[in-house]
Nanobody
Framework: QVQLVESGGGAVQAGGSLRLSCVAS????????MGWYRQAPGEQRELVAV???????NYADSVKGRFTISRDNAKNTAYLQTNNLRPEDTAVYYC??????????????WGQGTQVTVSS
C-alpha cells in the first residue's frame, strides 16, 4: 500500500505564501505523476498542478504565474509553492500520486488533505 502525507497548510492573508509538501511512502517500486488538487466547500475537486517523474508540469489557468510545483524523486516528495494567495484559493488541498507497488499494481493514491485559508 502507498500512503501520502501532506503538510504546510495554514491561514494567511491575501498576498501571502505557503509551501505545501507531500511525502509518498510504502511498498512502492516507483512514483509516476504527482499532483495537487483542491476542493472548496460546495465545489468539486479540481486540478491545481501536476508534475511527471521527468519534471514536466501542467497548471490550472487560475494559478499560473503564482504557484510552482516541484518534486524530489529521491525523497518521493512533491511540493507546491503558493505565492500571491487570493481568498478564492481557500480550499482543502489534496496530494495525488500514481505509483507502482511491489505487487506489480499501478494505482492512484490520495492524501488526507491540508487546509489553506486566505483572508482578505
Amino acid at each position: 500500500q502507498v500512503q501520502l502525507v501532506e503538510s504546510g497548510g495554514g491561514a494567511v492573508q491575501a498576498g501571502g505564501s505557503l509551501r505545501l509538501s507531500c511525502v509518498a511512502s510504502g511498498r512502492m517500486l516507483s512514483v509516476n505523476d504527482m499532483g495537487w488538487y483542491r476542493q472548496a466547500p460546495g465545489e468539486q475537486r479540481e486540478l491545481v498542478a501536476v508534475i511527471s517523474s521527468g519534471g514536466r508540469t501542467n497548471y490550472a489557468d487560475s494559478v499560473k504565474g503564482r504557484f510552482t510545483i516541484s518534486r524530489d524523486n529521491a525523497k518521493n516528495t512533491a511540493y507546491l509553492q503558493t505565492n500571491n494567495l487570493r481568498p478564492e484559493d481557500t480550499a482543502v488541498y489534496y496530494c495525488n500520486a500514481y505509483a507502482w507497488t511491489v505487487s506489480g499494481v499501478r494505482g492512484s493514491y490520495w492524501g488526507q488533505g491540508t487546509q489553506v485559508t486566505v483572508s482578505s
